[in-house]
Nanobody
């Protein structure tokens, strides 16, 4: 049984930072790309970032490029999302997901992922 558990969300002031973590179990973590998505009420879940199986390739949504960094530690079965210079519009529930392949091609599309975490709330106050 594959499980993804996110942590690290919370309330932060605009301009602040948070680091999200996602621990994966029940799957050979190092074989697959990992992605982060986010969702606000009434809106579609949107792509944030993806990282290849090796960590060598990353790809970001334009809205977070230069502020967020995705990374992974295959020895710990964990993917991270470092979020800096946070803005109120970053407020959302953040989800990690395991890719169907090891690469980042089509990484911005939800159907490229097969397992999802339960989400962690990030709230940025102005």
């Amino acid at each position: 049984q594959v499980q993804l558990v996110e942590s690290g969300g919370g309330l932060v002031q605009a301009g602040g930072s948070l680091r999200l973590s996602c621990v994966v179990s029940g799957r050979t973590f190092s074989r697959y790309a990992m992605g982060w998505f986010r969702q606000t009420p009434g809106k579609e879940r949107e792509f944030v970032a993806v990282i290849s199986w090796s960590g060598d390739l990353t790809y970001y949504a334009d809205s977070v490029k230069g502020r967020f960094t995705i990374s992974r530690d295959n020895a710990k079965n964990t993917v991270y999302l470092q979020m800096n210079s946070l803005k109120p519009e970053d407020t959302a529930v953040y989800y990690c997901a395991t890719g169907r392949t090891g690469g980042v091609v089509r990484g911005q599309y939800k159907d490229n992922y097969d397992y999802w975490g339960q989400g962690t709330q990030v709230t940025v106050s102005s």
